[in-house]
């Protein structure tokens, strides 16, 4: 695929008032989601979930792509047309999480390195065939007083920009995604420190990999205090420290950076984009990607229940419509008591 195909649908996935919607929970990560409801893992439940997520009438208004899972990008809607097969006949590009989880770093006590490099070429080949045109594979970084080690994060630097040249390769648009976790006590200062020297780390190793960086997008963590703080920053520095990072670190040829929610509140996470946005000037498009902050509301109206699939819906359309405000600043508050 010419790069210019490449730089295209990485800009349709940033097109204005749109995002993504990570809905590529891994088996055990969907179950501790539906062990928040009371409802079983099971095969069955994991599609009415999704079908009822994907079937969101309105949905393609506000969201550009959808990252599937590996079992629901070969299962089919309801009505029986796969689902790559329906967000594509929606205007909603399917994508794919291609990356095989976190793996303890050996030798590196409390790091993580992301594993799935071996065979990712004949598996992209088969998830394009699919219909996926967008993956994504995710790295963690834990902080604390003395992680991460500048090894941790070089070594998954280096995995992802491995990833992200097989991924153009084979004509799909790599969402590179380092996230820096908001676990912990630490000062939005070090969260700061830590998230710079991850994404320079990043984009050395892009480079050196030859990957065309307007083909891609960066998914990423916002500059946070961490959870357990007791001095958490308000949105404002939020958001003026995260635009900072971005623009000492992310090349102006990226199309989009698209955010993680990261356990972020879905009203935080919203608030904090619209704040960025408004205070603009950078050169690449700011958006979503949101997992929880997108879909809390609408697992929480569901529980399980058929007669609550349109109660669902609804919750994950008013949430998509929110963060599409708040990729032109447009959001308020206010609009959270709106009808949904
Ligand atoms: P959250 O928004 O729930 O952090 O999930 C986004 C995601 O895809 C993490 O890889």
Redesign the pocket.
């Known amino acids: 695929m010419p790069a210019t195909e490449l730089a295209s649908i990485a800009a349709d996935l940033v097109a204005a008032n749109k995002g993504i919607l990570?809905a590529?929970e891994s088996h055990p990560t969907i179950e501790k989601r539906f062990t928040s409801i009371d409802v079983s893992n099971t095969e069955e439940n994991r599609q009415a979930y999704r079908n009822m997520l994907l079937t969101t009438p309105g949905l393609e208004e506000f969201i550009s792509g959808v990252?599937l899972f590996d079992e629901t990008i070969r299962q089919s809607a309801s009505d029986g047309t796969p689902f790559p097969e329906l967000l594509e006949s929606r205007g909603i590009i399917p994508g794919i999480?291609v990356d095989k989880g976190a793996k303890d770093l050996a030798l590196f006590p409390g790091e993580k390195v992301t594993e799935g490099l071996d065979g990712l070429r004949g598996r992209l080949a088969d998830y394009h065939s699919v219909g996926a045109r967008f993956t994504?594979w995710?790295a963690v970084i834990e902080i604390s007083d003395d992680l991460p080690t500048m090894f941790a994060f070089n070594a998954n630097a280096h995995a992802l920009a491995r990833y992200a040249a097989l991924s153009q390769e084979a004509g799909l648009v790599p969402i590179v995604?380092p996230?820096v976790l908001m676990d912990g006590a630490h000062s939005i200062d070090r969260c700061d420190e830590v998230t710079r020297a991850v994404l320079s780390s990043l984009f050395e190793h892009l480079k050196l990999h030859r990957v065309a960086l307007d083909g891609l997008l960066l998914?990423t963590n916002m500059v946070l205090s961490g959870k357990k703080s007791s001095d958490r920053a308000d949105v404002q520095t939020v958001a003026t420290k995260t635009v900072a990072a971005l623009t000492e670190t992310v090349p102006a040829e990226v199309p989009g950076v698209v955010f993680?929610?990261?356990?972020q509140t879905d009203e935080q996470?919203t608030a904090h984009l619209n704040a960025m946005n408004r205070i603009g000037g950078f050169p690449w498009q700011l958006s979503f990607?949101?997992?929880?902050?997108?879909q809390a509301p609408a697992l929480a109206a569901w529980k399980g229940e058929a007669a609550n699939v349109e109660a669902g819906q609804k919750a994950l359309y008013h949430r998509a419509k929110l963060n599409g405000a708040a990729r032109s600043g447009s959001y308020e508050p206010a609009m959270e008591n709106e009808a949904a």
Do not use: F, H, P, V
């Not at 993680?260 to 356990?263: E, V």
């Not at 990607?289 to 997108?294: D, I, N, P």
């Open positions: 990570a590529d990252i999480k994504k995710r995604e996230e998914k993680l929610s990261g356990g996470a990607s949101y997992g929880r902050a997108l």
